[in-house]
């Protein structure tokens, strides 16, 4: 996890920055950032980034924001709090295997292509 600086009123569009995690989970990466309102009451802004790529090839970020605000934080709190103990209970976790990362699907890969020699193509 990551800790940002404040950022400026200019920099942030008008918004002031108090705090900023980050947080870099596989192939997203999750941006936690405390805001303060013109009346300077805090909020939260809870923001999704994935690295996508268009036609061309030209990698674009994908983003998804949600604006969760000082009033509703225990009630988000609960509710988060209770499915990740459902999703903890139900299923057991899944540990990695470091050894085999990506082997088997390259196996699976392979194994569904036709076997063809190059020997087999020569004049």
């Known amino acids: 996890m990551e800790e940002n600086e404040k950022k400026t009123d200019e920099e942030n569009g008008g918004r002031q920055e108090i705090f900023s995690q980050t947080v870099r989970a596989g192939k ?41 605000y000082k009033e509703d934080f225990e009630k988000f709190t609960n509710g988060l709090t209770e499915v990740v103990s459902f999703i903890t209970n139900e299923q057991p976790p899944v540990v990695p295997d470091a050894r085999n990362d990506g082997e088997e699907k390259d196996k699976a890969l392979t194994e569904s292509f036709t076997n063809v020699s190059f020997d087999d193509l020569e004049e």
């Open 28 to 68: 997203r990466t999750y941006f936690f950032d405390v805001k303060a309102t013109r009346n300077n009451d805090y909020y939260l802004t809870i923001t999704e980034s994935k690295k996508r790529f268009n036609k061309e090839g030209k990698q674009y970020f994908e983003k998804h924001k949600v604006f969760l």
